[in-house]
């Protein structure tokens, strides 16, 4: 049963580039979760889609976006980078329906601009 | 709004030792809580969870109680070990603003034989 599974694993960017990131969800998993962790840093929730739509936002500017699939995979996309963009950016994914459920995470994309 | 707050690490134990990781919550509905550890180069992987109050979550020997009264979540081992050690985050997820986490700042814990 594959988990949570996200690519690239390690990206180098620079200032004002564009960037793609993917993630898998679990097997029988509807919903993605995307956050961002900086380093020394608790995870900071970026936005949640379900049924390829965003569901909720959390504190970002629309600089970041995402998508998702019919086969629920997801992306996110970072537009204009910036220095304070570097970070590990770690997808999650749970079941929609039946309450409140444990997200199940990826081992992240670890993002360096220059 | 919610938010999470637990001890600054870096924890640092001999092994065998009790551990324990103070964490408290502010939350304006009824929320779950929940406590991940993350392994250098890892993502985070779930390692108990409480869904109402006065809930115990337990595995791997590691224990925590949903206390209400204090709005507190502390983890705690009895005998640690080596390989217990990683960085262990706090977090709540609360119905009333989706099912989205919300993060302490981390505790690293470091165990030496």
């Known amino acids: 049963d594959a988990g949570v599974t996200q690519s690239p694993t390690h990206l180098i960017k620079t200032r004002g580039q564009q960037v793609t990131l993917r993630c898998s969800p679990k097997?029988?998993?509807?919903?993605v979760s995307w956050y961002q962790q900086a380093l020394g840093q608790g995870p900071q929730f970026i936005f949640q889609?379900?049924?390829?739509?965003?569901?909720q936002r959390g504190n970002f500017p629309d600089r970041f976006s995402g998508h998702q699939f019919p086969n629920y995979s997801s992306e996110l996309n970072v537009n204009a980078l910036l220095l304070g963009d570097s970070a590990l950016y770690l997808c999650?994914?749970?079941?929609?329906?039946?309450?409140?459920?444990?997200?199940?995470f990826g081992d992240g994309t670890r993002l360096s601009i220059l | 709004g919610n938010s999470v707050t637990q001890m600054e690490g870096p924890v640092t134990l001999s092994e065998e030792a009790f551990l324990t990781i103070n964490c408290t919550y502010t939350?304006?509905?009824?929320?779950?809580l929940f406590w991940y550890v993350q392994y250098p180069g890892e993502g985070l992987q779930l390692l108990l969870k409480?869904?109402?109050?006065?809930d115990k979550g337990s595995n791997k020997g590691f224990e925590a109680t949903y206390r209400k009264e204090t709005t507190s979540f502390h983890l705690e081992k009895g005998s640690v070990q080596v390989s217990d050690s990683a960085v262990y985050f706090c977090?709540?997820?609360?119905?009333?603003?989706?099912?989205?986490?919300?993060f302490g700042g981390g505790t690293r814990l470091m165990v030496k034989p």
């Open positions: 999650a994914s749970s079941s929609g329906t039946g309450g409140p459920q444990p997200q199940h």
């Open positions: 097997s029988g998993h509807d919903t």
């Open positions: 889609y379900y049924e390829e739509e965003e569901r």
């Open positions: 939350a304006t509905g009824y929320p779950s």
């Open positions: 409480a869904t109402k109050a006065d």
């Open positions: 977090a709540l997820s609360d119905q009333n603003a989706g099912n989205m986490l919300t």
